[in-house]
C-alpha cells in the first residue's frame, strides 16, 4: 500500500492551502485516515482524521480553519487549510489505518511572509 501526499508549499500568513493523499487502494479499505503535522524540534501531532463512515475529528489548534474531506473515486483525502499561521509550519504527513498502518512521505507547509 502506498500513500502520496502533495499540495504543500510556501504561503503567507492568511492564505490557504490544499494538501491531497493519493492511496493506492480504495479509501475505504482504511478505519481511519488523518493528517498528522511534524514542526522540528517537536513530536508529530494529530491534526484531523476521518473515519470510513465519514466522522471527523479535528486538533483544537486548526478547528474552523482546516477541513478534512475524502473523494472515494479518487482515492484520495484532502486537508483544506485555511487562515494560515506562521505556527502550522511543519511538514504534514497523511495516516492511513486499520488492521495495518500505513504513512505518506509528508509534504512541507511553510507559512510566512
Known amino acids: 500500500v502506498q500513500l502520496q501526499a502533495s499540495g504543500g508549499g510556501l504561503v503567507q500568513p492568511g492564505g490557504s492551502l490544499r494538501l491531497s493523499c493519493v492511496t493506492s487502494?480504495?479509501?475505504?479499505?482504511?478505519?481511519?485516515m488523518g493528517w498528522y503535522r511534524q514542526a522540528p524540534g517537536k513530536e508529530r501531532e494529530l491534526v484531523a482524521a476521518?473515519?470510513?463512515?465519514?466522522?471527523?475529528n479535528y486538533a483544537d489548534f486548526v478547528k474552523g480553519r482546516f477541513t478534512i474531506s475524502r473523494d472515494g473515486a479518487k482515492n484520495t483525502v484532502y486537508l483544506q487549510m485555511n487562515s494560515l499561521k506562521p505556527e502550522d509550519t511543519a511538514v504534514y504527513y497523511c495516516?492511513?489505518?486499520?488492521?495495518?498502518?500505513?504513512w505518506g512521505q509528508g509534504t512541507q507547509v511553510t507559512v510566512s511572509s
Open positions: 495516516r492511513a489505518y486499520g488492521k495495518f498502518e500505513f
Open positions: 476521518i473515519t470510513s463512515v465519514g466522522f471527523t
Open positions: 487502494i480504495s479509501i475505504f479499505r482504511f478505519s481511519t
